[in-house]
């Protein structure tokens, strides 16, 4: 349990680091440049955004779930592997961003062409920090986020003496590349692009559909947020994104505690299938339990002075929506908890179809919610949303625990049937 406690302490950690280097990326970034390029700039890290769960979908996804906790050899051949594929993923988009960054020109242009170069390190240092929590070592990624977030401190100095978005673009690409490679040294392991073919070739079953989940699950929040501008207005989505943005300390556990999940309940089912459901609710369970007192705290004990201080005015109507906000997070740290069972399992075809069963849920929630009542429709239609897919996921995880037994049950019923071979005896 204290191995458990500790391997979830670096992932809380390590989160912590990369969402405070987001933050004060972001608060530098915007008070350096105008809003054009600004925006310029979130379009680029956007772009990362959807790249990342590329990577993330046919490189350490399946790392996760089928070398997390196995002996030292087999775990380097397989990240050396896996490396190897993140680091063709951005390759490939970092062609295509910088393709795209010459046809579009000026300031996004610059954008996209900066990002195109620093993708393929970018995708390195992610697949660095799930390859150390699959084997345990989260204090190694927490080293490498840390890296990241003090190579910033001298590169964001020397963009900011002639402010442009190339360079802050270059600058936070150069300080993860930086980071990618104290990474490397960590861990003691060559990435080798050449047997990417290999690697998506051995788990195409699993990275396949995991790449689709990823999509899926960034799309229907994507799309629902276009869907409540294009029916309530710009301000009904800065309304929703206000309340959001106060469960911010939250997201921080729940990502943190999402790096180490997959790992442990890999650990868990290769000791005991039956344990599995177990792991899978407490861990579900108390990120529920946490989302649900942070809402209460922010409800009842959150001044209305200190709202308008961290949000100004948008906090009049930020703050209606903290009941609908806190419950849908709360869902959705009770359906991570059966998310991680199914991986664990590696069936991705099962987790693929929860997954999108409750991302068109979300949407329709979201989407249908904001056309009928605006941004409390959308978030009161968001938290049902999640409600119900609750279902959907842990009904999922108890048919694929119940598929794992049985097989588990033939397996051993085949080898007690085996004849023992009668010993020859010579004469």
């Not at 590349?177 to 861990?187: D, K, M, N, P």
């Not at 999940?261 to 039956?274: C, G, K, M, Q, T």
Request: net charge positive; proline share 3%; glycine share 12%.
């Amino acid at each position: 349990m204290k191995s458990v406690l500790r391997r979830l302490t670096w992932g809380l950690a390590d989160q912590a680091v990369t969402s405070l280097v987001s933050f004060l990326v972001g608060v530098v970034v915007a008070r350096q440049l105008g809003a054009l390029e600004f925006g310029a700039f979130s379009l680029a890290w956007v772009t990362y955004g959807v790249v990342l769960n590329i990577s993330r979908g046919l490189a350490t996804d399946p790392l996760a779930v089928r070398f997390s906790g196995l002996e030292r050899p087999v775990w380097r051949t397989a990240v050396a592997k896996s490396s190897g594929m993140a680091i063709v993923v951005g390759l490939g988009a970092g062609v295509i961003c910088a393709l795209v960054g010459l046809l579009l020109g000026g300031h996004a242009g610059k954008a996209f062409i900066a990002l195109g170069i620093v993708l393929p390190g970018l995708m390195l240092q992610d697949s660095w920090r799930f390859a150390f929590f699959a084997s345990g070592q989260g204090g190694k990624a927490f080293v490498s986020d840390i890296t990241w977030a003090l190579g910033l401190v001298p590169l964001l100095y020397l963009a900011s003496q002639n402010a442009s978005v190339i360079r802050f673009v270059l600058a936070w690409g150069g300080a993860g590349i930086f980071a990618a490679l104290v990474s490397g040294l960590q861990a003691g392991v060559l990435p080798r692009p050449a047997l990417a073919r290999r690697w998506l070739s051995e788990h195409k079953d699993l990275s396949l559909r995991y790449l689709t989940e990823n999509l899926t699950l960034s799309g229907a929040y994507q799309l629902r947020i276009y869907g409540l501008g294009a029916f309530a207005g710009v301000a009904a989505v800065g309304t929703v994104r206000g309340a959001e943005m106060l469960l911010g300390p939250f997201f921080i556990v729940l990502s943190g505690i999402g790096l180490v999940a997959v790992p442990e309940a890999a650990r868990v089912l290769r000791r005991s299938v039956r344990a599995l459901p177990i792991f899978c609710l407490a861990l579900g369970g108390a990120q529920a339990m946490a989302a649900l007192a942070w809402g209460l705290l922010l409800l009842f004990a959150l001044p209305d002075a200190w709202g308008h201080a961290l949000l100004g005015e948008v906090w009049l109507t930020a703050s209606a929506l903290v009941l609908p906000a806190t419950l849908s997070v709360a869902c959705a740290g009770f359906n991570t908890g059966a998310a991680a069972g199914l991986r664990a399992l590696g069936i991705a075809r099962r987790s693929l179809k929860a997954q999108l069963c409750a991302s068109a849920f979300y949407l329709v929630g979201g989407v249908l919610g904001g056309a009928l009542d605006g941004a409390r429709g959308s978030a009161w239609g968001a938290a049902c949303a999640t409600f119900a897919a609750a279902f959907v996921w842990w009904y999922t995880l108890r048919v694929g625990v119940r598929e794992r037994k049985q097989l588990e049950s033939a397996v051993d019923s085949d080898e007690a049937e085996v004849p023992e071979v009668p010993e020859v005896r010579s004469t």
